[in-house]
């Protein structure tokens, strides 16, 4: 079984509506119309399948971040992310930093609605 996407150093978030930190070196896939969140030591957190997940922007994040309803709880999402946190970039590399990130999420998003999922 192949991915059809995977997505590394995510930062997951869950419980009172996504904000409580679940994983911050997280992985996210999406196989065989699955999709699966990881915590940071690869331990299933959350499977469902792709037609049963709806993904909606997380607006306040500027893109970096999307919100996912599993089974009628919320989690947040931000590709990328985990790799980020304690690195000293500087105004230019902060800027770079979110727009890789967003690029990262947005592609996520994508690639769960062509799985099937609700975009919302």
Sequence with gaps: MSDEYRGEEVQIGGGLGGLVPLAQHGAVTISDGVLTLLGTDGQVLVQAPATTVEVKAAKM?????VFLMIGGKKYTVSVGWGGQLGQRIGVVGAV??????????????????????IKG
Excluded: I, N, P
């Design 61 to 65: 994040t500027r893109g970096q971040s």
């Design 96 to 117: 770079r930093r979110e727009k890789d990130v967003r690029e990262a999420t947005q592609a996520f998003a994508d690639a769960l609605v062509a799985a099937g999922g």
